[in-house]
């Protein structure tokens, strides 16, 4: 049985910053690709960033580029999105999921497997 376990979420002020971890576990994710989408009340759930089990390529959507960072550690099965300077437009539930071979990385409807959120809330 395959989990994604997200945790780290929080409220911060403005300027802060928070480390979201994805804890993996149930099958081999060697070959997958790993990412983060986040989700505002009333709107679609956008992918922030993902990143190759295997060799560690990643992706970053525009907007936070240069204050996030996607990391995995492969021995502990876990996925990290390090958030710095945060803004309030960053709040959101954030989702950890799991895609295999096919699809783009940056559409959900390629992602198998999810977590079930965790809320980050950014005062300003």
């Known amino acids: 049985q395959v989990q994604l376990v997200e945790s780290g979420g929080g409220l911060v002020q403005a300027g802060g910053s928070l480390r979201l971890s994805c804890a993996a576990s149930?099958?081999?994710?060697?070959?997958?690709?790993m990412g983060w989408f986040r989700q505002a009340p009333g709107k679609e759930r956008d992918i922030v960033a993902s990143i190759t089990w295997s060799d560690g390529r990643t992706t970053y959507t525009d907007s936070v580029k240069g204050r996030f960072t996607i990391s995995r550690d492969n021995a502990k099965n876990t996925v990290y999105l390090q958030m710095n300077s945060l803004k309030p437009e960053d709040t959101a539930v954030y989702y950890c999921?799991?895609?295999?071979?096919?699809?783009?990385?940056?559409?959900?409807?390629?992602?198998?497997?999810w977590g079930q959120g965790t809320q980050v809330t950014v005062s300003s």
């Open positions: 149930g099958r081999t994710f060697s070959g997958y690709r």
């Open positions: 999921a799991a895609k295999g071979y096919f699809g783009t990385y940056n559409d959900p409807r390629s992602y198998a497997y």
